[in-house]
């Protein structure tokens, strides 16, 4: 079984800055894309951005020059660098990931969510 474990939630101050780690443990094939999501009460999770594993990347409009994606495949760990945080940026973030079976084909596994808060 695989796991995905999320940190660096938290609270900051508009305008500040955070970076979400999410690192995947447990016994898997190899890791195809991942992505952050966030969800606020009440609504849909969205898309924040996505990675593959050729590290083609991709933003929803609402962070496009403010968060960065990256990847460390030595540690099965994908990164999320949010820079000139809002309050509507508040909400509580997801990875996940779709790992690949040997045999061919792929699942998708979730983290368990962080919280990040930004105040005005």
């Known amino acids: 079984q695989v796991q995905l474990v999320e940190s660096g939630g938290g609270l900051v101050q508009t305008g500040g800055s955070l970076r979400l780690s999410c690192a995947a443990s447990?016994?898997?094939?190899?890791?195809?894309?991942m992505g952050w999501f966030r969800q606020l009460p009440g609504k849909e999770r969205e898309l924040v951005a996505s990675?593959?594993?050729?590290?083609?990347?991709a933003y929803a409009d609402s962070v496009k020059g403010r968060f960065t994606i990256s990847r460390d495949n030595a540690k099965n760990t994908v990164y999320l660098q949010m820079s000139s945080l809002k309050p509507e940026d508040t909400a509580v973030y997801y990875c996940?990931?779709?790992?690949?079976?040997?045999?061919?084909?792929?699942?998708?596994?979730w983290g368990q969510g962080t919280q990040v808060t930004v105040s005005s």
């Open positions: 447990g016994s898997f094939f190899s890791i195809n894309a």
């Open positions: 996940n990931a779709y790992f690949a079976w040997k045999i061919g084909g792929q699942y998708v596994w």
């Open positions: 990675i593959t594993d050729r590290n083609t990347v």
